[in-house]
């Protein structure tokens, strides 16, 4: 019952490097999504994907790309890093609303533990 | 568009008494949910209380009770006999309406809960 798995949960970068945020979920649900939190802020979403194949962008989706080649997975790419990307960066997953409304567990939504990134 | 505000950044309480954490929201929508999540010093995401738009009762779970005026557009979170546990941050989050939404969740600005002894 692992629910939400994001790795790693640190990481520091240097200015231009990539990285691959890595995030899957074993509780077969189609929705996933990709937040970023910065410090003493509210959390804003970067990507999501309703199922395989099908992602859409968020509100701040500038400097990120995904992929959702399973059900299971969604890796978040940062190309070209910068310090404005210094955030911590939660996945989360959700069941589509008609499965919702019977699933009492968090109302359907899931998130992981996060992973905490610096820029320098 | 849709829009979350909670509009104390920080809020204090004495042990055992109970404190009322503020949320507004902006929809057009008639079909929306309601989050309530608390997240301590550790990070995590914990989810607290969901009110759905169309439930005639304000929810309750345990301590937490969310107080849902509709025609003000408020969803505040009652939070009774608090405990030193319970400091951490508290947000507010709104499930976009069913229109194309994909049901994302935005999230307000946090407000940071200090339980004093």
């Known amino acids: 019952n692992a629910g939400v798995t994001q790795t790693p949960k640190f990481r520091i970068l240097k200015i231009g490097q990539s990285m691959t945020l890595q995030c899957t979920q074993d509780?077969?649900?189609?929705?996933m999504y990709w937040y970023r939190q910065d410090p003493g802020m509210g959390l804003k979403l970067i990507y999501y994907s309703v199922g395989a194949g099908i992602t859409d962008k968020g509100e701040v989706p500038n400097g990120y790309n995904v992929s959702r080649s399973t059900t299971e997975d969604f890796p978040l790419r940062l190309e070209l890093a910068a310090p404005s990307q210094t955030s911590v960066y939660f996945c989360a997953s959700s069941l589509p609303d008609s499965d919702r409304a019977i699933s009492k567990e968090n109302y359907g939504y899931t998130f992981g533990s996060g992973t905490r990134l610096t820029v320098v | 568009a849709q829009k979350i505000t909670q509009t104390q950044p920080g809020m204090f309480v004495q042990e055992k008494e109970a404190v009322t954490l503020d949320c507004t929201y902006d929809t057009s929508d008639p079909s929306y949910g309601l989050f309530w999540y608390k997240q301590p010093s550790s990070g995590e995401m914990i989810f607290l209380i969901y009110?759905?738009?169309?439930?005639?009762q304000n929810a309750t779970e345990g301590r937490y009770s969310l107080n849902f005026q509709k025609a003000r557009k408020s969803a505040n979170l009652v939070i009774s006999a608090s405990q030193l546990g319970d400091s951490a941050m508290y947000f507010c989050?709104?499930?976009?309406?069913?229109?194309?939404?994909?049901?994302?969740?935005?999230f307000g600005a946090g407000t940071r809960l200090a339980v004093h002894p």
């Open positions: 989050a709104m499930r976009e309406p069913y229109s194309g939404g994909y049901n994302k969740l935005i």
């Open positions: 509780m077969n649900h189609n929705y």
């Open positions: 009110q759905g738009s169309y439930d005639q």
